[in-house]
């Protein structure tokens, strides 16, 4: 099987920088992360503090943080990819007065139609 007819895989579109990303699967995996950091909070705060558990909970809510800071940054460049911006863009996330219109403009703005230098098609690595 040819490489342009094989799927992405999850690794790319979680970790991999490279290639376009629309904007439904932008948004189906920023909506994972949230999700999954909500259920990770969730359970963290129903724990008693005085339980063996709790610890465990706040652990895991802190790597799930980290992990899914980490793959939103991806995420992120590769959807700026697609609008033809530059990766750099990106730390609007982390500035805390802009970050939520910066989300947005990411989710709702329009890729760049056809091909562009980070590659033919959108959702798929660049190759």
């Known amino acids: 099987m040819a490489d342009a007819d094989r799927p992405p895989s999850l690794t790319w579109l979680f970790f ?11 948004a189906l995996a920023w909506g994972f992360w949230m999700a999954l950091s909500a259920a990770f909070l969730t359970r ?11 610890a465990t909970w706040t652990l895991l809510f802190f790597a799930v943080g980290v992990v899914s800071t980490v793959s939103s940054v991806m995420l992120t460049i590769k959807r700026l990819h697609d609008m033809a911006l530059p990766a750099p863009l990106v730390l609007c996330l982390f500035v805390p007065a802009i970050s939520i219109f910066a989300l947005i ?8 139609p056809g091909a562009n230098a980070h590659g033919a098609v959108t959702d798929r690595p660049k190759g």
């Open 16 to 26: 991999g920088w490279s290639g376009r990303l629309s904007r439904l699967p932008f």
């Open 44 to 54: 963290m705060v129903m724990t008693p503090h005085e339980e063996p558990a709790f």
């Open 105 to 112: 403009a990411f989710l709702v703005w329009p890729g760049t």
